[in-house]
């Protein structure tokens, strides 16, 4: 095995592809969205419930290759409960590190606050897997947008 | 003489390479096949030496460009068997081919003397479920133009036709049979006769796509007896941006133009256009000279290493490959599971490793494999899976290559079961 492919295939990619977080789909929601990333074949269709500018709750089904749904699964984790403002912005910072080509700069407070998603970094080296890594985070910012964020929630706050 | 793998590799530079600090794998010949160094030879030759436009210059230049072109229809033509050089068509690759065939089908509604090739509502055109996407949506789409029905014969658990169904679906409505000689998804080889032989016998049109099957076993378009074949140079050993359409002369010379331009006439006033004789009719504008010069030199390359040994050697590789995997535990074949009526075409599911995955860690072992739907969607959706990886073998495939294979998916099941 060389290098290359264990920093593809992190062991915290594999644990959240074969035990993957927030799978399902509650039938309390606000936004459902299926998204769907032609390259692989992926798929994700993700339910979410926004209470207070927070996301209340998120849960997701979909099948993929592991790239897609470990992400899947390590964005659930992060960003359930948060204000969605920080998810949003988690958003963003993945965004930025997935579009890196392997050359990102993270501060100490990136590396803590994309926790497990850092174990990603290695496959924005191949740009045909990005996309892979990006389809449940894309779902979830679509989510938040299709249950109002940004134009009720957002202007009251 | 036998098949000698080891002098064949030599004529392929890129085998030369390494990936990942290991040597090339190349099992994706049926996605393209790598190029020998003659073939890459006679396409920088043309331009060094020869170059000049076809079929309109008095000079020298022009004269040697022509004979060239042309020189390399006599040698598809042989390679074919055709019963004549003006059968043979250059296109830009199999798409083209069959979109040429469908366009010029539909244009048959507006031409004078061209009504035995109308579609209309009732009519219904044939393909089959394991057909790539070339060979179903220009074929949805002719139907849509002329309200013809759409059908297909299906596929049995297998991976082969269900045979029964070829006599129910080619009826006397049909009037188009277009089908694939070797499944690209499957590996599949059909039998070409026996639906040629039906097609024929309800009047219908038909056409064989011949991509899959043109670089691994000898091709007679008289004995196979269609009235078009089909195929491309890339997977052939020959250059990207040229392919074949055969037809057979009789119904070439009544069939309608699909593109209209320059080359394609027989003379043209401000209010009307009469057309050249086949295959010129069929050729408009600035042909792709040099790559159809260096798909003659192809053809002559595999006609040398003999279509029957070639065949011969993938049948080897296939028997083996096949036994070879499917002692892998969690492996499952998508097509047929033994080396008969089959090609070197191999694709299979992993259990809990989803393909992209599979090709990528494949690929981290310097072995290029393909992983998707491979442009033929509906053979998944048949049998409920959401892609394969396909390993396919060509002239430069060798045990060894077969043996890396199957230690590189064991890899792969280990990195995903650690």
Known sequence: ?157 | MAFDVEAVRKDFPILTREINGVPLVYLDSANSAQKPQLVIDAEADLYAHHYANVARAVHTLGSEVTHAYEGARDKVAAFLNARSRDEVIFTRNITESLNLLAYSLSNATSFPGAERFQLRPGDEIVVTEMEHHSNIVPWQQLAQRTGASFRWIPLDDEGRLVESAIEEVITERTKVVSFVYQSNALGTINPVKRIVGRAKAVGALSIVDAAQAAPHLPLDVQDLGADFVAFTGHKLYGPTGVGVLWGRYDLLAQLPPFLGGGEMIETVTMQQSTFAAPPHRFEAGTPMIAQAVALGTAVDYVTGLGMNDIRDHEKTLTAYALEALQRIPGLRVIGPNVAVDRGATISFTLKGIHPHDVAQLLDEQGIAVRAGHHCARPVCLRYGIPATTRASFGVYTTLDEVDALVRGVEKVQEVFHR
Request: glycine share 8%; proline share 3%.
């Open chain 1, 1 to 157: 095995m060389t290098l290359s492919m264990d920093s593809m295939y992190q062991q915290i990619i594999l644990d959240h592809y074969k035990r993957p977080h927030h799978h399902g789909l509650p039938e309390q929601f606000d936004a459902e969205v299926h998204h769907v990333n032609p390259t692989c074949g992926d798929e994700v269709t993700l339910r979410l419930r926004l209470a207070d500018g927070t996301v209340a709750d998120l849960g997701w089904d979909g099948e993929g290759c592991s790239i897609s749904q470990a992400s899947t699964s390590v964005m659930s984790e992060l960003v359930v409960g948060k204000p969605v403002a920080e998810a949003i912005a988690l958003q963003r910072k993945f965004l930025e590190l997935m579009q890196s080509r392997g050359k990102a700069e993270l501060s100490d407070d990136d590396e803590d606050q994309l926790e497990d998603a850092i174990a990603f970094e290695g496959v924005s080296k191949y740009p045909a897997r990005v996309k892979c890594a990006l389809l449940g985070w894309m779902a979830m910012t679509s989510a938040v947008a299709e249950a109002g964020w940004g134009t009720t929630q957002e202007a009251r706050s």
